[in-house]
């Protein structure tokens, strides 16, 4: 990148920065962090049209079962408390790759989250099925339609996010902390928060509300 | 590199408080509603309230969005979403809402 | 397994039904025939066409030209002008398509010559190829290639994902494209409303070939939006600050914001009746607690910020092009720019005027009508604005600014009638009637496309290094602008006499001499887009007498006017510094343009990618095989996608270096060029003595 294209006053980028002391990647992470950032914003919008969806059919069950009689708070707790963890176990990834250059404390924290991440889907998809073998697919329902719209919606995205963080996991192995890795791990970072947030909003509304 | 001690336990502590009050306020609405703690419009109000100062605190804890003015412009972005979130799914469910009380009473 | 089951396996529900022309053999009455002749023939112009193009590419051997400098670039000006030149194809079909439409209404009293649903397919697949793959791609296609340069940067934040935007757009359009030779279109609109697009009633392939069209471009969009933010706000030249951007470049802004918001309402919706079709979701179904209000809804939270971003680029070339040719300031750019962003905002809040009759209270209805009316207050400013950039300047009628000129009037009355339609009662009166079709028309033509084809007149010398042909520009100009009001004003008149709009036939003579002025109008519109193609052939003809090298034409005023026409590939060969709003007018009324730099550097550009052609092509079969329901081919297109994805993370070599010699010896031999040449007068702008240096601009002692 040419000396002249950075506008100096503005290194700054939500999530947690680098600091100068990482030079090429601090500077780097400006534009693409903040241009991740813009797309989470998009996708937010995504999510909230969802929740309106959602909230104008929870009543049309078209005479078939409704929230009480098919979520499970326990499931739903548990699930809860792994994404939540996962996202401060990411933070600790996060915290070591902006105070130490070694890889293994970051790549034993990003193993952590996805453990958690991965259990979350596990619970989740079970969650799904049991509902199904209830007969209470998307197909029963304008309420389990928007329901299915939502809430795998964000099953979609933390898989997507689980993904991308074991191809991370291989490419610190492959190219070690690159400027590019680091990024990357910046850019990941976010996305594993912004669907903690997500996720608040589903117990909230989809769950909690329903269940009360 | 030089490790930056004080700042690591800064940094360190903001995501050990991100954890905390994101349990908490996620085991209060938990608790109320396993153990029917409130009436249910009580309830909803209260899931409202703690959820949404849930969210303040994962962007302020996790995702390190705070006053100062270097981040203003992220600031900027996320009041900006939140604006057209709450046009647009505020708009669909008081329209869709208007609708049904007109059409779709039974 | 059977032969009809290997079938079904390998090519889902495509079959020989599937052809145009089958209908017509299983059933020839004349009817049949009339409507299968018309569509076979368009099928075999697009196959046609299709193959004389590969034929003329693999003769002349361009085919490594054509991947190594075209399909796999990520220079913001290439992919601009793949842009704008898919944009022109597909307004090509969508007039010709307007035509048949036309001459169907003008032969229409108790009849015409299309059946029902080959009309309804006419008037969708205009309504969706004018909005997705003509209006879209050009305007994007304009910001590409103008925008970084406007603000001194080398390209934009993220090149190849412009080029994957790019090959989502294409695979959409291209999937329209197959809809003409396999199966048929959907025949709901450009709206395609449910439940009449619900597998219940339309189980056929058209609806499908809408979803995955509209699904594929409207993710393309977002990322270009996203795109086009982030350069802005990042790579912006020093001293350019937000309030010293060229109006064109805020209307890219604006536009990229309304992108990144809007277009996820769109992908939603799009993917919900989607769900609704495939997996028998119940959004929007008659039965089962669906809901199809939410789906006008949502379509319309995107559709009302969809018709600003189509518009807000058009006022960008307007503000462009009223100074420039004005030899002014703009008029009241600080005005310009808060009326911009109020549009911006303004417009996620009118969603609902189009559908005011849809049942909810009047209350709501007045809200949303208030707030409609509230928007023409902006663009009213905007109006004054241009007009008084005129004021007291020294105007010059070239074709930009004659479409800029009708523009101004007839832009005005369109928006009148919207003013008159944001009126719930009188909405009601008149939605869904030719009045509404002329409403946005009227809207649209002189606003987005005369603004699309100004600013293409304005920046084709910039890009290619000659001047379009002037003669046939205007002629060309007159005959879209003469078109349009034979074409549109009739349906005001019909509108209010009750007709309503997607209609094939009728039974009241009285609107058959409107239909037939209308009818002369859609003619003359075909005159004015072949005039365009024949000025294009006679430009390239006469491109070494046309010629602009030096690169300012038009005595411009902004950044890209600043280097040779057409700009070298790393735009600037030292990113300039910005002291002031209009930098190239007043480095020329100082004499400082046109010098050397005191050192070069090395400059880093991204290296070619075939991500781009790698997403479009599989894209475009994942959606191909989703109509046709080849199972295998979805399941493995869609896999396709995130492993070309990884595969492209572990690739390290996204960089190339031009070296500071090689940046030198072209800018020094371009500076020479521009001392050498007679700077011209702007009476001879339009003559071929025009080389691209304005008026006394070199500096004296510059070396
Ligand atoms: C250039 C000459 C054009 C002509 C002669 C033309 C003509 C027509 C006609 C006859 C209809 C059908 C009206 C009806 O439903 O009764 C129509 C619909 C439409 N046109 Fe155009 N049009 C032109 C340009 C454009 C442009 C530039 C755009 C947008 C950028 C556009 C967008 C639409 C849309 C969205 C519809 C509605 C389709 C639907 O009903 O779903 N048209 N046009
Ligand atoms: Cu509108």
Redesign the pocket.
Known sequence: MSAGNVNTEALKHPGINLGEAHGEAHTQAEGVVFGFWVFLMSDFILFGLLFATYATMVDHTAGGPGPKALFDLKSISIETFALLLSSFTFGMASLNLKHGERRKPIILWLLATLMLGLIFLGLELHDFSSMIDKGAGPWRSGFLSAFFGLVPLHGLHVATASLWLIVMLVQMGVFGLTPRVKTRLLRLGLFWHFLDIIWVGIFSIVYLAGLS | MKRNDAQYHYDLRIYQWGLGLALLLTAIPFALVAFHGAPPSVLLWMIGVLGLIQVIVHFRFFLHIDLSSQKREDLHLILFTVLLLVIMAGGTIWIMHNLAERMMAS | MTASDLWHLVFGRLGLQSLPFWDMIQHPTPSHIINGIIATGAAAVVVIGALVTVFLITKYRKWGVLWSDWLTSVDHKKIGIMYIVLAFVMLAR??IE??L??TQ?ADGLNGGFLSADHFAQL??T??TI??FF??MPFLIGLINFVMPQQIGARDVSFPMMNSISLGLTAAGAALVMVSLVLGKFETG???AYPPYTEAAFNPGPGVDYWIWAIALSSIGTTMTGINFAVTIYKKRAPGMTLFRMPLFTWTALCTAILMIFAMPPLTAVSLMLALDRYLDFHFFTNGMGGNMMNFANLFWLFGHPEVYI?ILPAFGVYSEVFSTFSGKRLYGYTSLVYATMAIAVLSFTVWLHHFFTMGQSANINAVFGLLTMIIGIPTGVKIYDWLLTMYQGRVRFTVPLIYALAFSVLFVLGGLSGVLLANPSIDFQVHNS?FL?AH??NM??PG??FGMLAGYHFWFPKAFGFRLDERWGRLSAYLWISGFIL?FFPLYALGLMGMT???VSYFDPAYTPWMLVAEV??LV?TAALTTLVIQLIVSIRERKANAVPVGDPWDGRSLEWAIAAPSPEWNFPVIPTVTDRDPFAVAKAQHTAYQSPPAYEDITLPTNSAMGMIICVVGGLLGFALVWHMWWLAILSALAVPVAVIAKSFDTRTEKVIPAAEVRQQHQAWLAQARQETPISRQLETSPDNHGLADNTIAEAST
């Open positions: 969508a007039l307007a035509l439409i036309r209404q008037f969708s205009h309504g004018m909005i003509m209006a609109g450009w709206t189509l030719l079709v946005f028309h649209l033509i987005l496309l074409a709009r997607r209609t109008g859609a519109l």
